[in-house]
T-cell receptor, first 113, second 115 residues
Framework: KAGVTQTPRYLIKTRGQQVTLSCSPISGHRSVSWYQQTPGQGLQFLFEYFSETQRNKGNFPGRFSGRQFSNSRSEMNVSTLELGDSALYLC????????????FGPGTRLTVL | AQSVTQPDIHITVSEGASLELRCNYSYGATPYLFWYVQSPGQGLQLLLKYFSGDTLVQGIKGFEAEFKRSQSSFNLRKPSVHWSDAAEYFC?????????????FGTGTRLQVTL
């Protein structure tokens, strides 16, 4: 069974631009969660989608948004990029949510210049 | 709200020595508890998890962890460390409940293994 895939793996943007990251969960998994990892703040929960509905949201500004498609693939979007958005963005999929095992993708490394 | 504390930022052990990584959590009830490992430039790999039942859980790569409710702890152990275990280790907690969907992570412990 294929694991969680994230595209692109690396991305360089400039301040003020927007970016879209993609995550394909493990086949059959309906929950997709997104996390931001930075050296200063560590791993922080962004949001979780389940069956195309946002079920939980972390404490991030509205510039961070996401969506999930009917095939469970998910995208997250960051608008008006700031230098502080530079991070590793991790996607995790599970059957039902965090109470089940979450499988993480390799992440997308976003650098904002 | 749940929280996790990993008091050790960096630990160095010799190959073949035993290892214990500390994790304390805060949650109003018995949470779901996890240990993940991350190698440089990689995503997170689940080592083991505790949901209920036996408080000593076995994981992959020879790791085990013990849930101690009275101490709100979930420490990770390995009897003999291998050089390939060098990585960063994260303890995480999830709220219980049917719609629980958020993992809260500790700040991580970086493990260095000397030969």
């Amino acid at each position: 069974k294929a694991g969680v895939t994230q595209t692109p793996r690396y991305l360089i943007k400039t301040r003020g631009q927007q970016v879209t990251l993609s995550c394909s969960p493990i086949s059959g998994h309906r929950s997709v969660s997104w996390y931001q990892q930075t050296p200063g703040q560590g791993l922080q929960f962004l949001f979780e989608y389940f069956s195309e509905t946002q079920r939980n949201k972390g404490n991030f500004p509205g510039r961070f948004s996401g969506r999930q498609f009917s095939n469970s693939r998910s995208e997250m979007n960051v608008s008006t990029l700031e230098l502080g958005d530079s991070a590793l963005y991790l996607c995790a999929s599970s059957l039902l949510g965090a109470s089940n095992e979450q499988f993480f993708g390799p992440g997308t490394r976003l650098t904002v210049l | 709200a749940q929280s996790v504390t990993q008091p050790d930022i960096h630990i160095t052990v010799s190959e073949g020595a035993s290892l214990e990584l500390r994790c304390n959590y805060s949650y109003g009830a018995t949470p779901y508890l996890f240990w993940y490992v991350q190698s440089p430039g990689q995503g997170l790999q689940l080592l083991l998890k505790y949901f209920s039942g036996d408080t000593l859980v076995q994981g992959i790569k020879g790791f085990e962890a013990e849930f101690k409710r009275s101490q709100s702890s979930f420490n990770l152990r390995k009897p003999s460390v291998h050089w390939s275990d060098a990585a960063e280790y994260f303890c995480a907690v999830a709220a219980t409940g049917g719609t629980a969907s958020k993992l809260t992570f500790g700040t991580g412990t970086r493990l260095q293994v000397t030969l």
